[in-house]
Nanobody, 122 residues
Framework: QVQLVESGGGLVQAGGSLRLACAAS????????MGWFRQAPGKAREFVAS????????SYADSVKDRFAISKDNAKKTVYLQMNSLQPDDTAVYSC???????????????WGQGTQVTVSS
């Protein structure tokens, strides 16, 4: 069973940067898409960014498009999220998730990490 573990969250001031990492355990790991999501207090979970695991295509939410960058290291089974120019509205629990190959073409992710807290002070 694949386990995803996020790290790299913390407290930063507005304008600062953080780099999140999501490491997958297990002997084999071959999702179609790896994605980052976030959930702020009192709000629904929202999509942040995604990357095709076996390729290089990326996708971003409009709110982070010019500030965040998703990347990956297939050999390390790790996905990263570089977050620059952080704003208080970016405060949330950030989680990574995997979409199995069977769900290609959908928005369904079935494997989720526990999340890492990102807090941006004004």
């Amino acid at each position: 069973q694949v386990q995803l573990v996020e790290s790299g969250g913390g407290l930063v001031q507005a304008g600062g940067s953080l780099r999140l990492a999501c490491a997958a355990s297990g002997r084999t790991f071959s999702p179609y898409v790896m994605g980052w999501f976030r959930q702020a207090p009192g709000k629904a979970r929202e999509f942040v960014a995604s990357i095709i695991w076996a390729g290089s295509s990326t996708s971003y939410a409009d709110s982070v498009k010019d500030r965040f960058a998703i990347s990956k290291d297939n050999a390390k089974k790790t996905v990263y999220l570089q977050m620059n120019s952080l704003q208080p509205d970016d405060t949330a629990v950030y989680s990574c998730a995997a979409q199995p190959q069977i769900y290609r073409g959908s928005n369904i992710y079935t494997n989720w990490g526990q999340g890492t807290q990102v807090t941006v002070s004004s």
